[in-house]
């Protein structure tokens, strides 16, 4: 049996586009699997959900892997995938999900620097509009580039770094109020 973690994502790509590989698509999924949930669970603060759309990102990207033409990541265009399915669950069930329920473990260090551990950033998450919340997830919690983030939000570049700014900012604030008292 081939040893797939061997090879690199691109790698991985093109023998899953051309044999439908699934050993080859079981590693992409082994490597991804964890951070897409963590993004997922967080933006919805439902781990069932998180579940579920964790699992239909899945499978959509096997389905339509060979659309796929590698001028992102692999990781960006799942999260791409993702962040969409998370659109249109919102839409299709109208409800409107809380948005995290603790996530100091995941927090830059920079927000965790001016805050004990009894503040609870669920409150001051709750102040950022839903693209303030997923720029700030993508690219503070889980370490995408803003050129990464824009491609996975469908969202300009310049856009991106505004709503970067203005979630810093409140996040900085909210935490900084909430410390004083």
């Not at 997830?137 to 300009?156: F, Q, R």
């Amino acid at each position: 049996m081939t040893d797939f973690n061997l090879f690199r994502d691109e790698q991985l790509v093109v023998l899953v586009q051309s044999t439908q590989d699934t050993h080859a698509y079981s590693e992409l999924v082994k490597r991804y699997q964890m951070s897409l949930y963590a993004f997922l669970y967080r933006y919805t603060d439902e781990k069932y959900l998180a579940e579920d759309l964790t699992q239909d990102t899945f499978i959509i990207a096997f389905d339509k892997i060979k659309l796929f033409t590698q001028k992102s990541s692999f990781k960006t265009w799942l999260f791409s995938i993702a962040y969409r399915e998370f659109l249109q669950e919102k839409r299709k069930t109208g409800r409107f999900y809380k948005f995290i329920s603790k996530i100091k473990q995941n927090t830059t260090q920079r927000y965790l620097m001016k805050v004990d551990d009894s503040i609870d950033l669920n409150h001051a998450l709750k102040q950022l509009s839903d693209n303030q919340k997923a720029v700030l997830l993508l690219c503070d919690a889980s370490g995408m580039s803003h050129t990464e983030a824009a491609v996975t939000l469908d969202m300009p570049l310049g856009s991106l770094k505004t709503y970067i700014k203005q979630a810093r900012k409140i996040m900085q604030q909210q935490l900084e109020d909430n410390h004083d008292k």
